[in-house]
């Protein structure tokens, strides 16, 4: 089964520093990976997507880096903005879960002006 | 990717009641999915819909308090039966394309009291 933890749970910086968001996986058998945004009390809004056979992905300010053999994954925020407070989850696909997404507790973060 | 237009965005229930959940796709897929994420808690699979047949449920979750229909390729709904206030969470549904992932709904905010 796979089991995906987040660290840190919480992060809370000043506006304009920049930002590493550190996802582990068990299962590295997997077919991508998926980092989301969520807003308190919204849905999920999908942020990037990196295929298993890709190092990394980049949009914007966010870049995310695949190591599927050692089952990590990381987001990368640069400049951070008060906008960018929300709660990050990386969800990987595949491996022992059969195609089913397996989220993380998610870490939370907190940009102040 | 996907748009998925879900409601209602939240509501506010009695205890014993039912509340019907529902998930309108832009195109058509094969397969709709639906969460739950309890408070402080990250997403947990209720169920995957797919359209003419049963819906799968997960370890956990059964059909007679979580009935699902999938009439068609672009729609979907949720029902939670006879609720009780451990009911209270966010639902989402969510579909899946190769190429962009997993897009979900905004999300329906169910509160019992």
């Known amino acids: 089964k796979q089991e995906v933890t987040q660290i840190p749970a919480a992060l809370s910086v000043p506006e304009g520093e920049n930002l590493v968001l550190n996802c582990s996986f068990t299962?590295?058998?997997?077919?991508?990976l998926q980092w989301f945004r969520q807003d308190p009390g919204k849905g999920l809004t999908s942020l990037l997507l990196?295929?298993?056979?890709?190092r990394e992905q980049t949009s914007g300010r966010l870049n995310a880096s695949l190591d599927k053999s050692s089952g990590r994954s990381t987001l990368y925020i640069a400049a951070s903005q008060p906008g960018d407070s929300a709660t990050y989850l990386c969800?990987?696909?595949?491996?022992?879960?059969?195609?089913?997404?397996?989220f993380g507790q998610g870490t939370i973060l907190t940009v102040h002006p | 990717s996907a748009v998925i237009s879900q409601k209602p965005s939240r509501d506010i229930c009695q205890r014993g009641t039912s509340l019907t959940i529902q998930c309108q796709v832009d195109?058509?897929?094969?397969?709709m999915f639906w969460y739950r994420q309890q408070p402080g808690q990250s997403l947990t699979l209720i169920a995957t819909?797919?359209?003419?047949?049963?819906?799968?449920?997960e370890s956990g979750f059964v059909i007679d308090k979580f009935p699902i229909s999938r009439p068609n390729l672009t729609f979907s709904t949720l029902t939670v039966s006879n609720m009780s206030p451990e009911d209270s969470s966010i639902y989402l549904c969510?579909?899946?394309?190769?190429?962009?992932?997993?897009?979900f709904g905004s999300g329906t905010r169910l509160t019992v009291v």
């Open positions: 969510s579909v899946r394309r190769d190429r962009y992932g997993y897009t």
């Open positions: 299962d590295s058998a997997i077919y991508n």
């Open positions: 990196i295929q298993s056979s890709q």
């Open positions: 969800a990987p696909l595949g491996g022992t879960s059969y195609g089913k997404l397996t």
């Open positions: 195109s058509q897929v094969t397969m």
């Open positions: 819909a797919n359209q003419g047949s049963e819906a799968t449920y």
